[in-house]
């Protein structure tokens, strides 16, 4: 018996393709295995794939770019945060806490960018899962971020562009800021019992005597 496979994934062959029904990570897309269970990676659960991916295209590298490791999370969220800051001193909850800063003309507008940048750019991470998890129509946590946010943002560029005045952009970065720490928290959390269970499995005979 091979003790080894009960913690290491089976590897396909060179000559086979993933099948044409897979499981894959919305978060970690190059995560696919044959069977559902959750990503080794982040823990998430694995949504239904119906389509054939070449073994080729299964080992293709992992762009680190996309925003899908530890490392992005963690950049990310120091951005967010550090932008989301003088966003908090131009809310209502500063005005209320009587530690609101001084209003200047056009200030919401100056606001609005920075709350686009924080959208656009550490928020991408919740819109492009939640983009995969619907195609997999299994929709899940990152769709009800990324509806929550999106709605928020919207609402915030609708009332300021029309003349209310009145936007949720605290809110949005803050949401996207703590979303991000949190999922930091869990991918590292994952990665550890990984690696144990990694430095576990090289102490198991690779057969029985």
Known sequence: MNYSNLFRSKKESDDEGIPRTYYS???????NKEKPGMC???GMNLVEIKKRVST???HMPHNKHEGHDTASFLKKFW????LTIPIFFYSEMAS?????????PGYQYVLLLVGSFIFFYAGSIFLTS????????????MTLIALAISVAYFYSVFSILSGMMHDLLFEVSSLITIMLLGHWIEMKSVQGAQGALDE??????????
Not at 200 to 209: T, V
């Open 40 to 42: 080794p990676v982040c």
């Open 56 to 58: 080729h295209d299964e």
């Open 96 to 104: 209320m806490l009587g530690v609101g800063a001084d209003k200047f």
């Open 200 to 209: 576990l499995a090289k102490l198991l005979p690779d057969k029985a005597e």
């Open 130 to 141: 939640a983009y995969r998890e619907l195609k997999a129509k299994m929709p899940g946590m």
């Open 79 to 82: 951005i967010s945060l550090f």
């Open 25 to 31: 990570c919305p978060m970690h897309p190059e995560i």
